[in-house]
């Protein structure tokens, strides 16, 4: 299974960004999906996750702002980003899940995309 991950840019704060993942290869079924990020010096930071069922989760720290959407049919996975900020800049990672197990546990995810750079800066 590959992630291919596109979107990332460089936008000025308060803009907006669309992250978008395809998974491809021999899928049966992905679980969940959805969206890490990781800054310069710091741990991998949840941002989104999608499970089949259930609502999306969300980090605390884009909670109103950003938007995780699915579209399991495709095995694609979005990310709509607005009202960016400085600290919001990062290499942002496309995860997939096939047993439904990880839940916001990135250890735990099964296949990851190359990471994509969003930079957020005047």
């Known amino acids: 299974v590959q992630l291919q991950a596109s979107g990332g840019g460089l936008v000025q704060p308060g803009g907006s960004l669309r992250l978008s993942c395809t998974a491809s290869g021999p899928i049966i079924a992905i679980n969940t999906m959805g969206w890490y990020r990781q800054a310069p010096g710091k741990g991998r930071e949840l941002v989104a996750v999608s499970a089949s069922f259930g609502s999306p989760n969300y980090g605390d720290s884009v909670k109103g702002r950003f938007a995780i959407s699915r579209d399991n049919a495709e095995n694609t996975v979005s990310l709509q980003m607005n009202s960016l900020k400085p600290e919001d800049m990062a290499v942002y990672y496309c995860?997939?899940?096939?047993?439904?197990?990880?839940?916001?546990?990135?250890?735990?995810?099964?296949?990851w995309g190359q990471g994509t750079q969003v930079t957020v800066s005047s």
């Open positions: 995860a997939a899940d096939l047993s439904g197990f990880a839940g916001s546990s990135w250890p735990l995810y099964d296949y």
